[in-house]
């Protein structure tokens, strides 16, 4: 079964550091863009980051950009985002997508999320302040 699991939510302090990790099953993750997205109770689900296949390109949406890094292993098939200095504001449902496109070389946060093909189940990440 084709799919995409995210993990590593978990409930931490104000100024912490915590990392997702998302791992593909029964595809290869290298042939797709992967983008990080999050949804806070009561708000529109919002585009975090992007990685391009070779994890050569990464952009980020200015709210976490200098906190927030994402990378890739593509030997584990698995993209990670590493999350530092987390503040309350952080806190939200944290869901990974892949965007067929082997041969992109770059990648935008956000946008339509109906071009994304695959989609994590959510992690939760909570921020106490």
């Known amino acids: 079964q084709f799919e995409l699991v995210d993990s590593g939510g978990d409930l931490v302090q104000h100024g912490g550091s915590l990392s997702l990790s998302c791992a593909a099953s029964?595809?290869?993750?290298?042939?797709?863009?992967v983008g990080w997205f999050r949804q806070a109770p009561g708000k529109e689900r919002e585009g975090v980051s992007c990685?391009?296949?070779?994890?050569?390109?990464?952009n980020y949406s200015n709210s976490v950009r200098g906190r927030f890094t994402v990378s890739r292993d593509n030997a584990k098939n698995t993209v990670y985002l590493h999350m530092a200095n987390l503040q309350p504001e952080d806190t939200a449902v944290y869901y990974c997508?892949?965007?067929?496109?082997?041969?992109?070389?770059?990648?935008?946060?956000?946008?339509?999320?109906?071009?994304?093909?695959?989609w994590g189940q959510g992690t939760q990440v909570t921020v106490s302040s």
């Open positions: 997508s892949a965007d067929w496109g082997p041969y992109l070389a770059s990648c935008n946060v956000g946008g339509d999320e109906t071009r994304y093909d695959y």
């Open positions: 029964e595809f290869a993750l290298v042939n797709y863009v």
């Open positions: 990685i391009d296949p070779r994890g050569d390109f990464t």
